[in-house]
């Protein structure tokens, strides 16, 4: 039995992995010298001290509550809690306590650098999700103004002496301008790191009902196939971030394209009335399943589109980002009649 003593003893002096005795107040009975070689504090410093006296004070109350829960007699495994060090940092601590009469026998490993290891890893993954998304957002909303320019320098080449030519320039004019602002929002959007929110500017304009008809000339002039009704009745001024809106707009027309019946026409309805700006674009076709509606607004979510060069499943979830960062909403309907998307926010 001696020797048993003595190689225990050994043991808790010389494992790397801290152990201490704890009273019922809470308070260190003895420790063993891994405690000083992590922590700094020497032994005297600790024994006799209550352990609250070492936490982060974010970790008192929870700590407490598990201490609670030891002292009714039941062990408490890999709890984890931070401990002051002697020169002010912090180490994440994985605690084993288990009760025996009026003392609670404790083993205590250092998880610290587990903690950082799986922090930069996450950070890692982060910055990789978000290069992919930067990459997906800048090809997907440069498409459709992209399209528009394409599409009108072909009609200067084959109809230079066009009467509309001054039309056609002008609405080139246009969709470079918006391909700057979409170069912005993009550039906004790695800034504010896409799924933590999207930053907008919220301001009186009395020419939304104009950005918001541009938009729909410039899906027009890239699907000539493609028919669109409107119906935009905004009167005074609206308190929006209109560039977003505007992107917003696009993105669901260029959704309403892909997704609905070409027979049948994209309708537009756009109106501002009680402190409220709602928008809605409905098309025609097949109803949106069940089981994609719960995911349509992911990042990356296709569905079935008719081909596989089709968008890359950014836009409704970036028409959804600008929805909830003007404090509103983005619904959809949709069944045999009608897809219907709905913005709804306060202006």
Same mark, same amino acid.
């Given at each position: 039995? $001696? ?24 308070? =260190? ?8 070689? $992590? /922590? +700094? ?16 004070? @974010? ?19 890999? =709890? ?49 999700? /978000? ?33 509309? /030519? +001054? ?71 609206? $308190? ?25 026409? #994209? ?23 069940? @089981?994609?509606?719960? !995911?349509?607004?992911?990042?990356? =979510?296709?569905?079935?589109?008719? @081909? ?11 028409? !959804?980002? #600008? ?20 913005? @709804?926010?306060?202006?």
């Amino acid at each position: 039995m $001696t020797n048993e003593l003595q190689r225990a003893s050994l043991t808790w002096k010389v494992s790397p992995d801290m152990f201490c005795i704890l009273d019922r107040e809470g308070r =260190f009975v003895a420790v063993n010298p891994a405690w000083k070689a $992590t /922590l +700094g504090w020497s032994k005297g410093e600790i024994e006799g001290k209550a352990f609250v006296d070492f936490l982060h004070p @974010d970790d008192v109350e929870r700590s407490l509550e598990a201490f609670e829960v030891v002292k009714t007699g039941k062990p408490v495994l890999r =709890f984890e809690n931070r401990y002051r060090a002697r020169n002010g940092d912090y180490h994440w601590f994985s605690w084993v306590a288990v009760p025996d009469e009026e003392r609670f026998y404790c083993t205590v490993r250092d998880v610290t650098e587990d903690k950082d290891r799986i922090e930069l890893l996450r950070q890692k993954e982060a910055d990789a999700e /978000l290069k992919e998304v930067f990459l997906a957002v800048l090809g997907h909303d440069l498409r459709n103004p992209l399209a528009a320019l394409e599409s009108g320098i072909r009609i200067l080449c084959r109809k230079l002496e066009d009467e509309k /030519l +001054g039309a056609v320039l002008q609405q080139m004019q246009g969709s470079t301008t918006r391909m700057s602002e979409l170069i912005d929002n993009v550039m906004d959007l790695a800034r504010d790191r896409l799924g933590s929110g999207m930053g907008v500017e919220r301001e009186p304009t009395a020419g939304l009902a104009d950005d918001l008809k541009q938009v729909i000339e410039e899906i027009k002039v890239s699907h000539r196939d493609v028919a669109i009704r409107q119906n935009i009745n905004i009167q005074g001024e609206v $308190t929006c971030d209109a560039s977003r809106i505007g992107q917003l707009l696009s993105n669901l027309l260029a959704n309403a394209v892909m997704h609905g019946d070409p027979a049948q026409p #994209i309708d537009v309805q756009a109106s501002n009335q009680d402190g409220r700006l709602t928008l809605s674009v409905a098309n025609g076709g097949d109803p949106i399943p069940d @089981d994609a509606l719960e !995911h349509l607004f992911q990042p990356f =979510f296709r569905g079935k589109v008719r @081909d596989s060069r089709h968008g890359l499943g950014l836009g409704l979830y970036i028409a !959804h980002q #600008i929805a909830m960062a003007h404090g509103g909403t983005l619904d959809v309907k949709s069944d045999a009649h009608e897809t219907r998307f709905t913005l @709804d926010i306060p202006g």
